[in-house]
Structure formats: C-alpha cells, structure tokens
C-alpha cells in the first residue's frame, strides 16, 4: 500500500507563500504521476498540479503563475511551491499518487494523502 504524507500547510496572509510537501512511501515514487487536489468546504476536489513521471507539469488556470509542483525522486517527496497566495486558495490540499506499473508490492492504482489545511487571510 502506497501511503502518502502531506505537510507544510497553515495559516498566512494574502500574498504570502507556503510550500507544501509530500512524502511518498517506499521507492514507488519514481514509477508515479504526482499531483496536488485541493476542496475548499462546498467544493468539489479540483487538481491544482500535476507531474508526469517524466517531470511535465501542467496547473490548474487559476494558479498558473503563483505555484510550482516540482518533485524529488531520491528523497521520495513532492512539493507544492505555492507564492502570491489569495483568500480563494484556502482549502485542504491533497497529495496524490498514480502509480502505473507492478513493483515489489505495489500495484497500480491511485493513491491519496490524509490532506493539509491552508488558509490564506486577506
């Protein structure tokens, strides 16, 4: 079972910047696309950034710009650079794995972290 741990969130006012983390379990990391969803309360969960396991990004319209995915094979973690932050960014954000092939006791399939709360003040 891949299992996935998320940190960094928090509280910060408009225009500030946090960087999340997420680490991945294992060395399952280098055979998975990695993403970060958020859900605002009401919301449905939305992707915010995605990376390949070729490290193609793409983000969501509404945080071109002000986030950066990036990710670290060898230390098996994920971040989420998230800068000029705005009230409307607060949600919980999830850490997600999509792990595409057979290895050791890994299976394919679609992992998620327990989520970290970031809240931005205006």
């Known amino acids: 079972q891949v299992q996935l741990v998320e940190s960094g969130g928090g509280l910060v006012q408009a225009e500030g910047s946090l960087r999340l983390s997420c680490a991945v379990s294992g060395s399952i990391m280098r055979f998975a696309h990695m993403a970060w969803y958020r859900q605002a309360p009401g919301k449905q969960r939305e992707l915010v950034a995605r990376i390949t396991t070729g490290s193609t990004t793409n983000y969501a319209d509404s945080v071109k710009g002000r986030f950066t995915i990036s990710r670290d094979n060898a230390r098996n973690t994920v971040y989420l650079q998230m800068n000029k932050l705005k009230p409307e960014d607060t949600a919980a954000y999830y850490c997600?794995?999509?792990?595409?092939?057979?290895?050791?006791?890994?299976?394919?399939?679609?992992?998620w972290g327990q989520g970290t709360q970031v809240t931005v003040s205006s």
């Open positions: 997600n794995a999509e792990v595409t092939v057979y290895f050791g006791d890994y299976r394919p399939g679609t992992y």
